[in-house]
């Protein structure tokens, strides 16, 4: 479903917002803030409402603070410029996460830096604020350990160095603050992995996401490159894990979400009347209606002209299926094809890019040992027509040399 965006008005701060203002602050600390800190820290982060003296004491050094107010006339939100360009508060309330609140005001935030002649901005982030932070071109500088009321807790030092040129104004091609973010679903091992390390290689921000649990070399990956690469959590069976994703991605733009999470049956042999029910059920979930799901509930995160992509296979040919085998997968993502046009259908004439890219068969634990060629081999091909489908409207089924497969 498609989010229609936040009913708000932006206005500056006025002293009778601050009892509503350190509310919404405490409130959401506790609700937004407890999804990435523990209890104990949220706690020592904001025991209590600041109270209306101690807020209006605090904006009273001459910083900007602009409010989004709602249609019901409440704050949904507030975001804080001090003269030095530092970001102090930004805060949404609970009720307006993932409506893109926080988006309006940092767009507007940061225009009126523009135009008050900074050149950089500065943000103590926590790690909400970090993944909104890094998709507006911020760098993390400083992973900081700090102590609050005696818990210790933790933020992280970013900058943006240089604030967009007004619009017609190009970037220089020096400039990284411009670094395109790709969300990889399903970036643990395997080809998932291999492209995030591609696209990093080639100069882009990676949001991967796991399954919950066990560490993954994308955690590595993020541990040597702090700041470029964030681990997710999602397992993409779980709508309630999804719509959770969502919500800590919200205010973040994706310049492409690519669905690469999927499996097989362990006896690929089987025929479809040989396979369990249970097997059967877990590889349709997860092939066919849990990419479906995902593009669904994040598409918001895309930009209009930006690109969603889904890990298909060649196996998925229903016209290319001369040799048999393979049943239950090849059935899986026939019937992820199918769901992939239903939806470019009801989407005709926009200018997404929309692409089911077949790798091709590589060594991984799904491909198995048999498999022609290696994942190193194959993986610049995936990425090059991952990439060269950007700004090319419509849905294409495409192998990794970018040839299309008939249907
Ligand atoms: N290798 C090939 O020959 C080949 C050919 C055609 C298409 N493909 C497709 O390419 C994609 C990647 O396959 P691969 O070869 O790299 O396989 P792989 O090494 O087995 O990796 C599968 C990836 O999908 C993730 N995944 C599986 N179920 C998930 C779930 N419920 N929620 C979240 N993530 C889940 C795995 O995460 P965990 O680490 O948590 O299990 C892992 O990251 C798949 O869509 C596959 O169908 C592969």
Wanted: charged share 25%; aromatic share 6%.
């Amino acid at each position: 479903m498609r989010r229609t965006p936040p009913a708000v008005r932006l206005r500056d701060f006025q002293p009778g917002d601050a009892d509503a203002l350190a509310r919404l602050l405490h409130e959401s600390v506790r609700e937004i803030g407890a999804r990435d800190y523990s209890q104990a820290q949220v706690e020592a982060w904001s025991p209590a409402p600041a109270g209306a003296a101690a807020f209006l004491r605090r904006v009273s050094d001459g910083r900007r603070v602009l409010v989004a107010i709602d249609q019901a006339d409440r704050p949904a939100g507030f975001i804080e410029l001090c003269a030095d360009g530092y970001i102090d508060c930004f805060y949404c309330h609970p009720r307006a996460a993932g409506t893109g609140v926080g988006a309006i005001l940092y767009a507007r935030l940061e225009s009126i830096a523009r135009d008050m002649g900074m050149r950089s901005l500065r943000v103590d982030a926590s790690e909400a604020a970090r993944r909104f932070f890094l998709s507006r071109g911020f760098r993390v500088i400083q992973r900081r350990e700090l102590e609050r009321n005696g818990v210790p807790i933790h933020n992280f030092r970013m900058e943006k160095a240089r604030i967009a040129q007004p619009q017609g104004v190009p970037m220089t091609q020096s400039s990284n603050d411009k670094a395109p973010v790709i969300l990889l679903i399903g970036a643990s091992r395997g080809l998932g992995y291999a492209m995030a390390a591609e696209c990093l290689e080639r100069g882009w921000n990676i949001v991967g996401t796991v399954r919950p649990g066990a560490r993954t070399p994308l955690h590595d990956l993020a541990d040597t490159h702090p700041g470029r690469v964030t681990v997710e959590r999602l397992d993409v069976t779980e709508p309630d894990q999804i719509a959770a994703l969502h919500d800590r991605l919200s205010g973040s733009r994706f310049d492409i979400l690519f669905v690469n999470a999927g499996t097989a049956n362990d006896r690929q042999d089987e025929t479809i009347a040989q396979v369990s029910t249970e097997e059967f059920v877990n590889v349709m979930i997860t092939n066919a209606l849990s990419p479906m799901r995902v593009v669904e509930a994040l598409q918001d995160l895309v930009p209009a002209d930006g690109l969603i992509g889904i890990m298909s296979s060649g196996q998925g040919s229903i016209a290319g299926n001369e040799k048999g085998g393979h049943e239950v997968y090849r059935g899986s993502k026939s019937a992820l094809n199918q769901y992939m046009r239903s939806y470019a259908a009801r989407h005709a004439g926009e200018p997404r890019a929309l692409l089911l890219l077949a790798p091709g068969w590589i060594r991984t634990a799904l491909g198995g040992p048999d498999a022609p060629f290696g994942i190193e081999e194959a993986i610049p091909d995936i990425v090059n027509t991952l990439l060269s489908k950007r700004g090319k409207p419509g849905l294409e089924y495409l192998d990794r040399l970018g040839r299309a497969i008939p249907w």
